[in-house]
């Protein structure tokens, strides 16, 4: 199977996963990317089966609009039953480093306020140490290059990525090398650097469940306790 196929087998797994747990007034997460776009696609044609959704990018509210499902402001809201978003990578802790569509900050924002975090991927995302992806980390502009040299001494080859700023109106710093083998002390140590506005390490909070695709079929893993 492709990476394509593997995609849309994951988001019909979810589909499958979310939809029966739904009811009317239920309000889901909606995460970003491609893997995101193919679950939206295919929840179009359930969408009077919950309230609405929060999304976690412009590009993801956009694509829900134009699929029927009402948009709601995260303000507005206070809880949400599920979280739905794919990963650049994962390791079987469930720890996760997204942000490869530089929506990050809102996905992890989403997130936190899910009951559950369903995490879709292919199985070219599952690893057994974070870090071959570029640690993506959003900054204030002013602040860039500072960061750049704190991200240095932390053993990181941090690069601007050209041209993107993020719906916050920030910038992304793409991390080579950094050594992933403690993400929850890494994701909090970035976080603390000055005019870093959040970091794509969902180790703290890492998925509750992960939808992986194989061309074996799809694998159902549950964060370890
Ligand atoms: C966006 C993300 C995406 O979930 C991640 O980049 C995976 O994308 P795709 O489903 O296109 O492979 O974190 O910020």
């Excluded at 199985?123 to 002013?142: A, C, H, N, R």
């Amino acid at each position: 199977m492709t990476q394509d196929e593997l995609k849309k087998q994951v988001a019909k797994a979810a589909i499958d996963y979310v939809v029966p747990k739904l009811s009317a007034q239920e309000i889901l997460g909606i995460g970003t990317g491609s893997t995101a776009n193919y679950f939206i696609d295919m929840l179009a044609e359930h969408k009077t089966r919950f309230r609405g959704a929060v999304a976690s990018s412009d590009a993801s509210a956009t694509r829900l609009e134009a699929a029927g499902v009402p948009i709601f402001d995260l303000n507005s809201v206070d809880s949400l039953g599920f979280y739905v978003d794919g990963a650049d990578e994962t390791d079987a802790q469930l720890n996760l480093i997204k942000g490869g569509g530089a929506a990050h900050t809102r996905e992890k924002i989403v997130a936190s306020c899910a009951k559950q975090f369903v995490c879709i991927a292919d199985d070219s995302k599952w690893v057994t140490q974070l870090g071959k992806f570029p640690l993506p980390v959003e900054v204030i502009p002013m602040a860039r290059e500072a960061v750049v040299r704190q991200l240095g001494d932390l053993g990181g080859d941090a690069v601007l990525r050209d041209g993107v700023v993020t719906d916050n109106g920030c910038e992304i710093l793409d991390v080579h090398a950094l050594d992933i083998r403690d993400p929850v002390a890494l994701e909090a140590e970035i976080d603390h650097i000055a005019g870093v506005v959040s970091n794509g390490l969902f180790a703290r909070k890492p998925a509750d469940v992960l939808l992986l695709g194989t061309s074996d079929g799809v694998r159902i893993i549950y964060r370890p306790l």
